[in-house]
């Protein structure tokens, strides 16, 4: 039988919090865990190990579930700057809205966000998969090397500016593209991943409906030609 | 970095309780800015026909200030001493008590001019600060703050923000300006403004008061500025009526907002704001760059 424990952040500082949930006494953490009055607070949950439950009840500071692998974390509320920032695997869920760089250079794992994630959501993102249900502000997918980021609502401007080989996907507008980035056909398998992800995330969309964004691959090398624009 | 915060009360019922909500908000905010803090405080409006003229002056005799005020100004100067600062007021034009303080000996050091607004500001931590001008105490229908790692220039008092923009207008900033020698510059040899340090922020101050001078409004000052402003910054920007906040369209200083029934409120991040009163009712959101936020009595 699982255990669940309750951790309140008024009477526990953030760093026992986390020695707890990393399971630094040697042992392997098991079990699942409410985090109580996180009232903003910065880095809950990082650095997670172990495949164990967080459920955050409230509003959570930068950093939440940085570096995570494995665990299932909830932000049952808004996350700050660089929410599941170097993810390697896992899932954090974000019931509210996200502030900048939400998912930022992660490796692996599902990032999905209920509400809205402000400017450079999946920046350098290198694997992670990242469903947001609202919109997501400028220079979104910035640089974004790898995995998928999935747009329910609108994307602000300068979106994919310089990106690599992360598939991006955005159902409403985008207000303008970043440089190299080019929307490219859509195909059966495209669709299905929409839908995959979608399921996963729990939303409700018509994945048939999104538009797909990628590399126009011009960026990728120096060319001599360029050389007077330097 | 630095720590920017704002709180205006809607319901009138929690004004006397304006300090003891806003405190806990600046202290919050120590991390960000520790060096020195101030705050701009909107109490109540000085009886028709008086000025209010909040001055600096560690060490001064505030009894023989007044006195003198009153005798060399030809008129009862009444002086409020709170720590290092004082509050003036009197039935002159604001200029005429301005241009006194800072030609006295010792001079005072200006720090607000209007009809409401009093600012105080010193170096130290926050909570040092705010329990040294009694901040808790305080009442009132809003006020703005700021806790300071400066970037740009000297730890100083001076330096110290909130910044007077003209009457009873204050700016707070966080972040940093790039364009600001030219535009001090500018402004000081072309349009005859006054500054009294280095510091990039008091530009943007001299700045706001130059096209409110030229009679643009608050929002239109600001929006302004997003053309002829260069570098990065979260603005708080007092009036007598409430608040307005602007963030540069790159949007890399944070800020977040958030409302009830009962007050509008923002901080650099959102723990500055997690102790209000029904916070967990509370609309909560992240400003979005480029776009004039505004509040206060309508």
């Given amino acids: 039988m699982s255990t669940r424990e309750e951790i309140d952040l008024d009477a526990v500082p953030v760093r026992r919090l986390n020695r707890l949930l990393q399971g630094r006494d040697g042992t392997r953490q098991a079990g699942s865990f409410d985090v109580r009055n996180p009232r903003g607070r910065h880095a809950l949950a990082a650095g997670l190990v172990d495949p164990i439950d967080v459920v955050i009840h409230g509003h959570a500071g930068y950093y939440c579930a940085g570096m995570n692998q494995q665990a299932r974390v909830t932000v049952a509320g808004n996350a700050g700057t660089g929410v599941a920032e170097n993810m390697m695997s896992g899932e954090v869920r974000v019931h509210g809205d996200a ?70 996907y955005v159902l409403g507008k985008v207000e303008s593209l970043g440089a190299d980035c080019v929307e490219k056909d859509m195909d059966d398998r495209h669709v299905a991943r929409i839908e995959d992800l979608l399921g996963r995330a729990g939303f409700a969309a018509d994945a048939g409906a999104f538009r797909r964004y990628g590399s126009a691959r011009q960026l990728y090398h120096f060319r001599i030609d360029n050389a007077a624009a330097y | 970095m630095c720590g920017i915060v704002g709180l205006y009360l809607k319901n009138p019922d929690l004004r006397n309780r304006l300090g003891s909500l806003f405190a806990p908000m600046l202290t919050e905010m120590t991390e960000r800015g520790p060096d020195s803090a101030g705050l701009a405080v909107y109490r109540d409006q000085a009886p028709a026909g008086r000025v209010r003229v909040t001055v600096r002056a560690p060490g001064v005799d505030w009894h023989a200030t007044g006195e003198r005020a009153s005798a060399e100004l030809g008129t009862p100067v009444t002086v409020t001493p709170m720590a290092t600062h004082a509050v003036l007021e009197a039935a002159v034009s604001g200029e005429a008590l301005r241009d006194w303080a800072e030609a006295g000996d010792p001079p005072l050091r200006v720090t607000s001019s209007g009809t409401t607004l009093e600012i105080y500001k010193e170096i130290g931590l926050p909570a040092a600060v705010l329990e040294r001008f009694g901040v808790p105490q305080m009442s009132g229908t809003h006020m703005i703050g700021h806790t300071r790692m400066a970037t740009e220039s000297a730890v100083t008092t001076e330096g110290a923000h909130p910044f007077n923009t003209g009457d009873d207008l204050c700016l707070v900033h966080n972040g940093s300006l790039s364009n600001h020698h030219r535009l001090r510059d500018w402004l000081r040899d072309h349009q005859g403004l006054r500054f009294q340090t280095e510091n990039d922020s008091e530009v943007a101050a001299g700045y706001l008061t130059w096209r409110l001078m030229q009679g643009a409004t608050i929002a239109e000052a600001l929006e302004a500025g997003l053309r002829d402003l260069d570098g990065f910054y979260t603005f708080a920007v007092g009036t007598r009526d409430g608040f307005s906040v602007l963030r540069d369209p790159i949007a890399c200083k944070p800020a977040v907002m958030a409302e009830t029934d009962d007050w509008v409120a923002m901080a650099s991040e959102f723990r500055a704001l997690a102790r209000l009163p029904s916070v967990d009712d509370a609309v909560v959101w992240e400003p979005r760059p480029g776009q004039v936020y505004s509040w206060g009595r309508a």
Avoid: P
Wanted: aromatic content about 6%.
């Fill in chain 1, 99 to 168: 502030s900048q760089s939400a998912g930022a250079a992660a490796w692996g794992g599902l990032l999905t966000i209920g509400g809205d994630a402000s400017a450079r959501c999946g920046i350098s993102m290198k694997g992670i998969e990242i469903v947001v249900g609202g919109s997501v502000g400028h220079m979104t997918g910035f640089m974004a090397q790898a995995g998928c980021l999935v747009v329910c609502g609108d994307a602000g401007a300068a979106f994919g500016d310089s990106l690599y080989e992360a598939e991006l």
